[in-house]
C-alpha cells in the first residue's frame, strides 16, 4: 500500500507581513484624503458663512453710497480715520434713500439721509464687526432746519450729520475688521494718495467734501475693502484670547505696522487661515 502524504496551503510568516504593511498603508492613505476633504469641506463652509454677511454688507454700501448728494452747504462726504487703527477707515455720507421716519405722517416721506460706515470692537463678543449708523430723513433734515441763521443756513459738519446718537445704530456683518476706503478720480489715480503701513496706495484722511475751507471733489469712484471670518472661525479666537483686555490687539496685528511678535503668532495661526478679504467699487458720479 503506496503512503500518500498529504499537502495544505498557508501563508508564510513573511507573507502576511506584507499584506499587513500593506493593509495600513492603505488605511493610513484612505484616512489622509478623508482628513483633507473633510477640511477641504470645513474651509468652504467657513468661507460660504463669512461670504454670506460679507455681501449682503457690500451690497447695503452700495446701494447707499450710489445716491450721494451734494447737498450744501454740508459735509456730504467724508473719508476719515477710525479708532481701530491709522489705516482703517469710517465712511460718511449724505445719500438719497427712500424712507419713512417713525412717527411721521405717512405722507411725509424723505430721502436724504446720513449714513456711517465704521467697524467696532464689542467688548460684550470680544470680536469686530461691522456697523451702519443711520438717520432718516427727518432727523437729517431737522440737523439743517437747527443750522438755519435767519435766511441764511450755516454750514452743517459732519458732527452734526453722523456723531449724534439719535440715529439708528446697528451690527450689519459680524466678525468684519479693517475697513479700507480708497477713493479714486475720474481718471482713475488715487484722490490725496498716500502710502498705508504696508506700503499700498490709499487716500489720505481725513477726506472731506464741504463748502468749508477750500471745497474738496467728490471722487468719481471709491474702493471698499474689509476682512470677515465665518462664525466658526472667529469663535476659536475668542476662546483663546479669553483672558486677554486687548484681545483687540490680536485682530488687528495683520495689518499693523509694527505688530507684537506674540499677537502676529496668533493672527497667523488663528486668524490669518480663515480670513477673506471682500471688496467691491462704487461709482459716486
Not at 33 to 52: E, K, P, Q, V, Y
Not at 114 to 129: E, F, G, H, K, L
Request: with cysteine.
Amino acid at each position: 500500500m503506496k503512503n500518500h502524504r498529504r499537502t495544505s496551503s498557508a501563508f508564510t510568516l513573511v507573507e502576511l507581513l506584507v499584506a499587513a504593511a500593506i493593509t495600513v498603508v492603505i488605511v493610513v492613505f484612505l484616512g489622509t484624503m478623508l482628513a483633507s476633504l473633510m477640511n477641504t469641506s470645513s474651509r468652504s463652509s467657513h468661507r460660504i458663512d463669512a461670504f454670506r454677511d460679507a455681501r449682503a454688507a457690500l451690497q447695503m454700501m452700495q446701494r447707499d453710497l450710489s445716491g450721494v448728494v451734494k447737498a450744501q452747504p454740508a459735509a456730504y462726504f467724508q473719508i476719515d480715520t477710525d479708532l481701530a487703527g491709522p489705516d482703517v477707515r469710517q465712511l460718511c455720507a449724505l445719500v438719497s434713500t427712500k424712507n419713512q421716519p417713525a412717527g411721521v405722517p405717512a405722507n411725509a416721506v424723505g430721502d436724504l439721509c446720513a449714513v456711517r460706515y465704521y467697524c467696532a470692537w464689542d467688548s460684550t463678543v470680544r470680536a469686530y464687526s461691522l456697523h451702519r449708523y443711520f438717520r432718516n430723513s427727518d432727523l437729517t433734515i431737522k440737523t439743517f432746519q437747527n443750522s438755519l441763521n435767519g435766511a441764511t443756513l450755516n454750514y452743517t459738519d459732519t458732527g452734526s450729520l453722523y456723531y449724534p446718537a439719535d440715529g439708528a445704530n446697528e451690527a450689519i456683518a459680524s466678525y468684519v475688521w479693517n475697513l479700507r476706503v480708497t477713493a479714486f478720480d475720474g481718471l482713475g489715480a488715487v484722490v490725496n494718495k498716500t502710502s498705508d503701513s504696508k506700503g499700498r496706495d490709499t487716500t489720505g484722511a481725513p477726506y472731506i467734501c464741504d463748502p468749508s475751507g477750500g471745497t474738496k471733489p467728490l471722487p468719481a469712484a471709491i474702493e471698499i475693502s474689509f476682512n470677515s471670518m465665518s462664525p466658526v472661525a472667529a469663535r476659536t479666537v475668542i476662546a483663546a484670547t479669553s483672558a486677554r483686555s486687548d484681545a483687540y490687539e490680536v485682530w488687528k496685528a495683520g495689518d499693523a505696522a509694527s505688530p507684537n511678535a506674540a499677537d502676529k503668532q496668533l493672527y497667523d495661526t488663528l486668524i490669518k487661515p480663515y480670513a477673506y478679504e471682500f471688496r467691491t467699487r462704487v461709482t459716486l458720479e
